[in-house]
């Protein structure tokens, strides 16, 4: 029903800052709700931003609040994940993740969709 492909991972130095993309391409007409996961090599993955697409409500997790920001064009099918103020702690694979039920829930068992991922990474 929906297929994701993630964008703009890259190198940058701490304090620094990244936008990723999560380009969506939809098959049906039903709303989505975007989360933006991420992994490090022996970690569980952890859910860092969400945002629905029926009124653009959003969640942040406790560590990336005040540094990132999630947004959304629906026209174009884009979400996209600002990062700000980059820490050495931030270097993980980005996943982008579809929930078909819209739900704006941070609990990765609601997404049934997911992209390949992409790699940011914090180093000076």
């Known amino acids: 029903q929906v297929q994701l492909e993630e964008s703009g991972g890259d190198l940058a130095q701490p304090g620094g800052s990244l936008r990723i993309a999560c380009s969506i391409t939809k098959l049906s007409a039903q709303s989505y709700t975007i989360g933006w996961f991420r992994q490090a090599p022996g970690r569980e993955r952890e859910a860092v931003s969400c945002?629905?697409?029926?009124?653009?409500?959003?969640f942040y997790a406790d560590s990336v609040k005040g540094r990132f920001t999630i947004s959304r064009d629906n026209a174009e099918n884009i979400v996209y994940l600002q990062m700000n103020g980059l820490r050495f702690e931030d270097t993980d694979v980005y996943f982008c993740a579809a929930d078909i039920f819209d739900r704006g829930l941070p609990l990765q068992r609601l997404y049934d969709y997911w992209g390949q991922g992409t790699q940011v990474t914090v180093s000076s």
């Open positions: 945002i629905t697409e029926r009124d653009g409500s959003t």
